[in-house]
């Protein structure tokens, strides 16, 4: 909020008329400004502050979203000419990461293994191997074997 003053001299007595002028700001992230600018939106916050918010779900698992956003706020006290005077304006890029959330299970590659065994197969020895992949993590799938760990002679039961 700002103040003019402005002095009048009406015969020998000075008259001092003073004028508020409020400022509003307003906010909002530049269409068409960069990649992801649809997404978001900047709302009115306190002190000619704004906010950004999310207007649509972000997921990181998506590959377009993975490597994150970066598009162009604008803020002007609307001037005379609002958005089309420079003087009135300001601009800054925002650069939105996503970090990834362990929101989902692994998985294995196959639900289902059929073994066909000897009996006399050594304890210890590779009995088949799993691939689980997890898309919580961009790295390669994890593998898995199973071992025969001699569980039925641990149980007594031969």
Request: net charge negative; glycine share 6%; charged share 20%.
């Amino acid at each position: 909020m700002g103040y003019h003053y402005q002095l009048k001299h009406l015969m020998d007595v000075v008259v001092v008329v003073v004028v508020m002028v409020t400022v509003v700001m307003v906010l909002q992230v530049v269409s068409g400004s960069g990649y992801g600018w649809e997404r978001f939106a900047v709302v009115p916050a306190m002190n000619h502050s704004g906010a950004l918010q999310t207007l649509n779900p972000l997921d990181y698992e998506d590959p377009s979203q993975r490597r994150g956003f970066k598009f162009k706020i604008q803020v002007s006290d609307q001037g005379e000419a609002g958005w089309q005077e420079a003087r009135h304006m300001d601009s800054a890029w925002v650069r939105v990461l996503l970090l990834d959330d362990n929101d989902n299970a692994p998985r294995f590659a196959t639900n289902l293994i059929n073994l066909t065994l000897p009996e006399d197969t050594p304890l210890g020895h590779s009995l088949a191997s799993f691939t689980a992949t997890d898309i919580d993590q961009v790295s390669d799938a994890s593998k898995f074997q199973l071992l025969d760990c001699n569980m039925s002679h641990n149980n007594g039961v031969k």
